[in-house]
């Protein structure tokens, strides 16, 4: 199983980029995709995820500006990001998880991949001011 991000890099804030995840060899017929993200110094932070039937979770702070999404047919996942801010500064990482755990929060149920599924080695979005 090999993810491998693509998209990032260096935009003024306000701006705009989408993330990639091209997945290969996942072979999984269920599973639960997410975004997560690492600014220097700082964990590795849950972005967004979503699930088999399309139900999606957002971090507080990306909510109304990212949009998480999957193309099955091509085994790739998005995040679209807009009105970028400075601190949306980070290595950016996708993950897939068959076993994903559900949780609940905000109302609703999502899911989220484990430290130890499968992850990519991520890409750089750089915001500035």
């Known amino acids: 199983v090999q993810l491998v991000e693509s998209g990032g890099g260096s935009v003024q804030a306000g701006g705009s980029l989408r993330l990639s995840c091209a997945a290969s060899?996942?072979?999984?017929?269920?599973?639960?995709w997410g975004w997560f993200r690492q600014a220097p110094g700082k964990e590795r932070d849950r972005v967004a995820t979503?699930?088999?039937?399309?139900?999606?979770y957002y971090a507080d702070s990306v909510k109304g500006r990212f949009t998480i999404s999957r193309d099955n047919a091509r085994a790739t996942l998005y995040l679209q990001m807009n009105s970028l801010k400075p601190e949306d500064t980070a290595m950016y990482y996708c993950?897939?998880?068959?076993?994903?755990?559900?949780?609940?929060?905000?109302?609703?149920?999502?899911?989220?991949?484990?430290?130890?599924?499968?992850w990519g080695q991520g890409t750089q979005v750089t915001v500035s001011s």
């Open positions: 993950a897939a998880d068959p076993l994903a755990p559900v949780y609940r929060g905000g109302g609703h149920y999502y899911c989220s991949p484990r430290q130890d599924s499968y």
């Open positions: 060899g996942y072979t999984y017929s269920r599973s639960c």
């Open positions: 979503i699930d088999d039937v399309g139900s999606t």
